[in-house]
């Protein structure tokens, strides 16, 4: 079992940059797929992108592809998501969540584990 927790949201302006941070609790987190999702208000919770448990293989939605990289630190039982180009579109809660499995899935109805999420919001 892990516990997530997210940190680095924020406000910024249109084509800034912000890392988010997703930590974990427990000894196994190398056994655990994590991914980041997003919500904006009123609408459903959607993939952004998602990293296996070695950080060999990622994959991104489309609509964030070239802009954010995932990566992780198993020592640190961290999970990053470098964001840049950010647009308003950009602007939700940012969640991440986790799965013992070496696939990366894109429905957020199989991920165990979810952290309590951080707002980012993008200015025009």
């Known amino acids: 079992q892990v516990q997530l927790g997210e940190s680095g949201g924020g406000l910024v302006q249109t084509g800034d940059s912000l890392r988010l941070s997703c930590v974990a609790s427990?000894?196994?987190?190398?056994?655990?797929?994590v991914a980041w999702f997003r919500q904006a208000p009123g609408k459903e919770r959607q993939f952004v992108a998602g990293?296996?448990?070695?950080?060999?293989?990622?994959y991104y939605a489309d609509s964030v592809k070239g802009r954010f990289t995932i990566s992780r630190d198993n020592a640190k039982n961290t999970v990053y998501l470098q964001m840049s180009g950010l647009k308003p579109e950009d602007t939700a809660v940012y969640y991440c969540?986790?799965?013992?499995?070496?696939?990366?899935?894109?429905?957020?109805?199989?991920?165990?584990?979810w952290g309590q999420g951080t707002q980012v919001t993008v200015s025009s």
């Open positions: 990293i296996n448990t070695a950080g060999r293989s990622t």
């Open positions: 969540a986790a799965k013992r499995t070496d696939l990366i899935r894109t429905h957020s109805n199989v991920y165990d584990y």
């Open positions: 427990g000894r196994t987190f190398g056994t655990y797929t």
